[in-house]
């Protein structure tokens, strides 16, 4: 109702900040190192700040596109997220779905150019995330299974066990729904709610992209923070979603 209503968190565009620094990685938590330091968006994109790319022409300028996103897009006529009519997924509070990883990396080209309200470091832009990069801002430095710690706990996060569907209609949550489920980076929703395109190619065949952090219809397997999941670039799907992160443009 509250976001029916016209309200948003005042932190919506905040950016966490994830410092350098040793990180235990994937299922078997090898030791890696990030050599720099990198923000990540505190909640998933939202439909109403993924709006304002619409509205400012996204869908029609192709310098926010790569050539292949912006091939597909002409291609497949698209001119807004599937579903973005649909009363039950387009709560201006609830994370953007029916977005391919496309219109992801699109949407990240565009706000590099808009005012983030802090300071860019040099050589740094937005972006989606690394998995080296998300995987952190999940789960911290010590590697936990979750971003709450390492034992499921179904009031952290909007996973199948929610089992919000059956009740309400209703399959995605307000971003800022589970504050138990905060990682230690201060980081929101990035177990449950929807699955978030990664910048990787799931593998050498480069064809899938990666997607984290499970989604309402996934069990908590699915939501631990070193499960990789794929779909291709082209999916637009209601369990997948995306967060920007402000980070190198040119990784080492």
């Known amino acids: 109702m509250l976001g029916r209503l016209g309200w948003l968190p005042d932190d919506l565009d905040e950016f966490m900040p994830v410092p350098a620094g040793k990180f235990l990685y994937g299922e078997k938590k090898e030791e890696r190192h990030i050599p720099y330091d990198y923000w990540i968006a505190k909640y998933p994109v939202t439909n109403r700040q993924y709006a304002r790319f619409i509205e400012d022409g996204g869908y029609q300028n192709p310098d926010y596109w790569s050539k292949s996103g912006w091939k597909t897009r002409q291609e497949k006529k698209w001119e807004q997220p599937w579903l973005w009519q649909d009363t039950d997924w ?8 029916g977005v391919s990883w ?6 990240g080209n565009w706000l590099a150019t808009q005012d983030l ?5 040099a050589g740094y ?3 989606l995330p690394m998995e080296a990069e998300w995987e952190p801002a999940a789960r911290g430095s010590d590697g936990r299974q979750y ?3 390492n034992v499921f706990d ?6 199948e066990a929610s089992d919000l569907a059956k009740g309400y209609g209703i399959n995605t949550t307000s971003v800022c729904t589970y504050p138990q489920g905060q990682s230690s980076t201060g980081v929101w929703d990035m177990s449950g709610n929807v699955w978030e395109w990664n910048l990787n190619w799931h593998d050498d065949k480069k064809t899938p992209r990666v997607v984290r952090g499970g989604s309402w219809i996934d069990n908590d397997w699915f939501a631990r923070c070193a499960f990789r999941n794929w779909f291709d670039p082209d ?3 209601y369990d997948i979603g995306f967060r920007v992160i402000l980070s190198p443009a040119k990784l080492p």
């Not at 309200?117 to 470091?121: E, S, T, W």
Request: some cysteine; aromatic content about 12%; glycine content about 6%.
């Open 147 to 149: 971003p709450w710690g």
């Open 117 to 121: 309200g802090l300071a860019i470091p």
């Open 235 to 237: 999916d637009r799907l």
């Open 125 to 127: 832009t937005v972006r």
């Open 90 to 97: 387009n709560n201006p509070i609830f994370p953007v779905v």
């Open 102 to 107: 496309y219109e992801a990396e699109a949407y």
């Open 154 to 159: 179904l009031v952290c996060a909007n996973t």
